[in-house]
């Protein structure tokens, strides 16, 4: 299936997904695209609300882009993975079964999942700006997301090695 049908398809059931790609077996490479067009994306979404910010506040826009692509981009991919291998160590005492490949394949793809709630975002905080409306889609955004993570390593943790 491709990548946006199987975007859809999660948020009808997240856990059927993840189980259909670790039936494809192990690759990193899909994990480690999946990460990167996440974070790509959420650099992407961040351009409204950075445009915005120099705009009201008379600072230079390519330096605010440049922090947020090194970020978002070159960062945040790492920070990822380290929380995918604590979220794998923390099924493990819980008596989870599965891989260190599937706990990073459920966070990753519950990101990737979830990136059209972040470009929602990223248009609100353009546009709209802080307020109860950016915080409401901010935290819609969160509670999908954490569906989305959880019913993958769930059903990640369901294989075995």
């Known amino acids: 299936m491709p990548v946006t049908s199987d975007i859809v398809a999660t948020y009808r059931g997240p856990g059927r997904v993840v189980s259909r790609l670790l039936d494809l077996g192990e690759r990193e490479d899909r994990a480690l695209v999946f990460v990167m067009a996440f974070c790509v994306v959420a650099f992407i979404a961040q351009l409204p609300r950075l445009s915005r910010r120099a705009h009201l506040e ?36 819980f008596g989870g079964k599965g891989t260190a490949y599937g706990a990073r394949l459920a966070l990753f793809w519950a990101l990737l999942s979830s990136t059209p709630l972040i470009l929602l975002n990223g248009l609100v905080a353009g546009f709209i700006g802080p307020g109860t409306t950016m915080t409401t889609v ?5 509670v999908v997301f954490l569906w989305f993570w959880f019913s993958g390593l769930r059903q990640a943790q369901r294989y075995a090695e």
């Open 138 to 142: 901010g935290l819609v955004w969160f």
């Open 58 to 93: 008379d600072l230079e826009l390519n330096m605010l882009l440049g922090g947020a692509l090194l970020g978002t981009v070159i960062i945040l991919p790492l920070f990822f993975y380290l929380l995918a291998f604590v979220s794998h160590g923390a099924a493990r005492l």
